[in-house]
């Protein structure tokens, strides 16, 4: 193809198309509307524009006009926020011009804006969708049905979805035989080719379980629900399109396509989409013609620019990961028109799918598909229902072939649809916006969009060099946490039962003490062994006596003048260094703690990252803490603030997050000038081990780190009472936690300091379900924070304290969410749960399930595999604020779920414990979500979302009340607590002078 004459013929189509167009709106901003005028103030206001989407999102739960009513005041009658005049006196009124007045205004709402929704939607009922379906036959429209669903959280769910598609298909064949073919080249075919009926499924609807680290389980599972609905389609001859959604799914819809076209090779209409803003999409699509053409299967490509943007942009962001979209908006249309060239120069295995409403991209298919002689049946164009009808109607004149892509279900699972096409119609960059509200020139319009790249890309380097600031400080770069892992990468997939198989050669070692940088051994020692398969002995843990603490407190006692007068950004650099051996080893480091306390591999993952994050937190956090600080501007005057480390610190560390929290408070410890003599549980020695080797490795000074397991009644309280601890760092039970504070309040012979104790002790943690909460989120999270690492967080959900109106559909959610979880060893990533950590914590928490059993009523029990020290799953309901299940740590997989009647009440219940260490709400109440703030009293609330896994330096970590005493971990003030603060003041005045700096208050 020529590229100069392919563009002016690009540009020609598309003028030509503006031409038959011009003077016509979409609907969506038709100002003679209601929908028009709020869209258009929408555009104009970004505050009401977040508001109205946000109400839009949260519409379908208000049932009663009660609520309808405030919610409309919580959204909009914020006397700063500005509202159109169609809007302004409803929401002002509501509730305040008298009861009656305000439900007749708020139904006049929810009317107006389910008729916005239902612009999108072609129905909520299957004879709703018929109707439109033919009106939009009759005006020579093909179409594809899609269901309305976001989420399934169950398996009961996943199955009503598959139902509900195979109901669908049923009713289109009974439809079928009245719907003449379009064109008129065959009455039984579309345009002589294609089949008359069309759905579109999304994957993930069709499995709850589905998730990139189960890859080959996911794919196995969504094909099997799909293989009914896919043979009742071959059967009836209907055309089947895998619709693709978040980028976490895309390699395993990929997957799910190749091997259903693969083992239905006689049936060809089976189709995949495929979203140019993904920056993988041009690899994507040369695998696929690859393979298209070695395996002579012939495909269909919807080719679409995609909807989640704004989604894995803040997914990306908050997690580390590279962006997997494009940023600049060219760069997608450039993509869009790239890729289809591809697919319309192998249209002999490829049929393409434009799925578009920008002029200039579909004027590029047009043009190219004519310069490359493609036939007809090659290609086609798809609109989305309800947007850009003057472009549908426009581009059936010229194109022939045009389907719509048609929504249709409940209105609830719609808002969340409704949301993404307001967001894509109201963006800057929306195409239809540029082109009926803001009107911008035909040329610019139908600028080449790799010619528009250019110059936006000069524009944002621009921007950049602006935005970065010259800095001539030296030091470490900014503190950011450690990307989660991200299974959608296959080497990350890969790497953990590389791991596992690796340190499987490994097991059953002797791990000695160490001591001054010396290995020793002792004669006692304990097995710690996989909680999933007891028998298999992970490793023999040497047993460290009150001698062997002895030794190790004068080799601290040697190391610590040295250590002490080491500088804090040398102290820092060891803590650099570890961070860097840790992230090296990041896999083997998850590996050990997936065999020795049973974590998933995500957990085990996100443990090592949590570790990593605190030396490099920490280490930063000791640079600004290390240097002294000037108080006072008064000439003649030198105040001086500074820092110094406290002694020797008794490290204490749990097994549940075995890395992690023993990093955390070792390094704070030692960066602070501290030297540190560490005990880990016994269940987790070898992964405590393997931090040992990590600061050796790492060039720590002999005496600074001194690892020393043992038995908690043999050197515990020894090691707490011993004169020459100055700090105990300890996180565990409250038990434990209060007798340590006890015990080292009390002053023994030849102490010179007074003891600092930093306790974590654990809490007892809710999650308030309001009325007007997002289930899809709510109970996702609520099963993720109650049941993840079998409940075995200080921070896991033991209460979800539900509010009335919505109770019932919670616990019925709920319930088939937590049956829908599969159980069993951590090493399959198909497992969500796996086994506790012991036999103790076995024993205990089925204690517990029995006293659940008397004092409410138990909702599902899980069954368990019999090897390893696995409990039920369990969940009760009719629990009190009076009951143990109430009040009591379990430390387990059991959740209890409470009945709040107002949103008051449920704070209330959340207080009611003598625990304050993590809570959260699911509202989306404004209100509601202020006073959260105000009166919801833990350490760490949580607003729409879960509950546990905070990170270093943005979620800094610790409670109150029985819950710990000590400053928050990962936050700003927890490396003051392993130091004492000393203030020297000079007076620089000799004879009547002093020295005048520019930092004085001087004349």
Request: charged share 25%; aromatic share 10%; net charge negative.
């Amino acid at each position: 193809m020529d590229r100069l004459d392919l563009e002016s013929r690009i540009i020609d189509r598309g003028k030509e198309f503006f031409a038959t167009i011009r003077g016509e709106s979409p609907s969506i901003f038709d100002k003679g509307w209601w929908t028009g005028k709020v869209m258009d103030w929408s555009m104009r206001n970004e505050g009401f524009k977040v508001q109205l989407f946000r109400f839009v999102d949260v519409l379908p739960y208000l049932t009663t006009g009660d609520s309808l009513s405030r919610h409309i005041q919580e959204y909009f009658a914020d006397q700063d926020l500005e509202i159109p005049s169609v809007f302004k006196w409803g929401a002002k009124t509501a509730g305040l011009g008298g009861r009656l007045t305000g439900r007749m205004i708020a139904g006049t709402l929810r009317s107006n804006i389910e008729t916005m929704a239902r612009q999108f939607i072609i129905g909520q009922t299957t004879k709703d969708a018929l109707k439109t379906l033919s009106k939009l036959r009759k005006s020579n429209f093909a179409f594809t049905v899609d269901i309305l669903g976001e989420a399934t959280v169950s398996e009961n769910e996943a199955e009503h979805y598959q139902e509900s598609y195979l109901e669908l298909l049923d009713e289109l064949d009974k439809e079928k035989s009245d719907w003449k073919g379009l064109g008129d080249e065959n009455p039984d075919l579309d345009w002589g080719y294609a089949p008359k009926i069309y759905v579109s499924v999304k994957p993930s609807t069709l499995y709850s379980q589905a998730e990139p680290a189960d890859f080959e389980g996911s794919i196995k599972a969504i094909s099997g629900r799909f293989e009914p609905i896919l043979t009742k389609a071959r059967k009836m001859g209907a055309f089947v399109r895998i619709d693709m959604e978040q980028y976490k799914f895309k390699d395993i819809t990929l997957e799910v396509f190749r091997r259903l076209r693969e083992k239905y090779r006689d049936y060809p209409h089976l189709g995949i989409v495929l979203q140019s803003y993904l920056r993988d999409t041009d690899r994507d699509l040369d695998g696929l013609l690859e393979w298209a053409r070695k395996e002579a299967l012939p495909c269909s490509i919807r080719l679409v620019k995609g909807a989640y943007w704004d989604y894995e942009t803040v997914v990306a962001k908050q997690n580390g990961w590279q962006l997997p979209v494009y940023t600049i908006k060219a760069e997608t249309d450039a993509a869009f028109e790239r890729q289809a060239q591809r697919i319309l120069e192998n249209h002999d295995v490829c049929h393409l799918a434009c799925g578009s409403h920008n002029i200039r991209s579909i004027a590029a298919v047009m043009e190219m598909a004519r310069a490359l002689k493609v036939p007809d049946d090659r290609y086609e164009f798809q609109v989305l229902f309800g947007m850009a009808e003057p472009i549908r109607t426009g581009l059936l004149k010229v194109a022939k072939r045009v389907r719509v892509y048609c929504p249709f279900g409940d209105l609830l699972p719609g808002m969340a649809y409704l949301v993404r096409r307001l967001l894509e119609n109201t963006a800057n960059e929306s195409f239809l916006r540029q082109s009926f509200v803001e009107n911008l020139e035909v040329d610019k319009l139908l600028e080449n969009p790799v010619e528009t790249l250019s110059r936006e890309r000069e524009k944002a380097e621009i921007i950049l060099k602006e935005k970065i600031p010259v800095s001539e400080a030296e030091g470490p770069d900014p503190f950011a946490n450690e990307p989660v892992v991200d299974f959608t990468r296959p080497e990350m997939r890969a790497a953990f039962p590389e791991a596992v198989a690796q340190i499987r050669t490994m097991l059953g070692r002797i791990y000695p003490l160490i001591i001054g940088g010396q290995q020793i051994k002792t004669e006692h020692t304990i097995s710690s062994v996989n909680p999933a398969n007891p028998s298999e002995i992970v490793g023999q843990i040497c047993q460290a006596s009150t001698t062997e603490i002895d030794l190790a407190i004068e080799a601290a006692k040697e190391a610590f003048p040295a250590w002490r007068d080491t500088s804090p950004p040398d102290r820092a650099k060891y803590l650099f260094r570890a961070a860097d051996l840790a992230r090296q080893r990041i896999f083997t480091l998850a590996a050990w703690q997936v065999l020795e306390v049973g974590k998933q591999w995500d957990q085990a993952h996100a443990d090592v990252g949590e570790a990593i994050d605190f030396l490099e937190y920490y280490g930063r956090e000791m640079i600004r803490l290390g240097s002294e600080k000037r108080l006072g501007r008064s000439p003649g005057e030198l105040n001086h603030y500074l820092y110094q480390p406290k002694g020797l610190a008794g490290v204490i560390a749990p097994w549940n997050f075995p890395l992690a929290i023993s990093c955390g408070m070792s390094s704070a410890a030692m960066v602070a000038g501290n030297c540190v003599i560490y005990k880990p549980s016994n269940l987790s020695a070898v992964v405590g081990y393997t931090l040992a080797e990590i600061f050796s490795e790492a060039g720590i000074p002999k005496g600074v780190f001194n690892y020393t397991p043992g038995r908690g009644n043999v050197m515990g309280d020894y090691l707490v009472d011993h004169p020459d601890i100055s700090i105990i760092a300890f996180t565990g039970s409250m038990e434990v936690g209060l007798r340590i504070v006890e015990r080292a309040a009390k002053v023994r012979p030849l102490q010179t300091n007074v003891k600092r104790v930093i306790a974590e002790m654990g809490g007892k943690n809710a999650i308030i379900v309001d009325d007007d909460a997002d289930l899809d989120e709510a109970v996702v999270h609520v099963v993720h924070a109650a049941f993840g690492f079998q409940g075995q967080k200080c921070s896991a959900c033991s209460r979800a304290i539900v509010l009335e109106p919505i109770y019932e559909k919670f616990i019925r959610r709920l319930v088939e969410a937590a049956g829908s979880l599969r159980i069993g060893p951590p090493e399959d990533p198909a497992n969500f749960m796996g086994p506790v950590v012991d036999g103790t914590a076995q024993e205990r928490i089925m204690d517990y399930i029995e006293i659940g059993k008397r004092e409410g009523n138990l909702l599902i029990s899980r069954e368990v595999p019999e090897d390893g020290y696995y409990v039920p799953l369990t969940v009760f309901d009719g629990i009190r604020p009076d009951h143990r299940l109430a009040q009591e740590e379990i430390f387990g997989p059991v959740l209890s779920i409470m009945k709040a009647k107002t949103f008051d009440e449920a704070i209330e219940l959340a207080n009611s414990t003598s625990f304050a260490l993590t809570g959260g709400v699911f509202s989306r109440s404004p209100r509601n979500l202020r006073k959260a703030r105000e009166s919801f009293r833990v350490g760490n609330l949580y607003l729409n979302r879960g509950i546990t896994g905070a990170l270093v330096g943005r979620q800094p970590f610790g409670g109150f009340k029985m819950s710990g005493v000590g400053s928050k971990a990962g936050g700003p003030d927890y490396l003051i607590q392993f130091m004492d603060p000393r203030s020297v003041t000079e007076n620089t005045m000799r004879r009547g002078f002093a020295p005048v700096g520019e930092e004085d208050d001087w004349i």
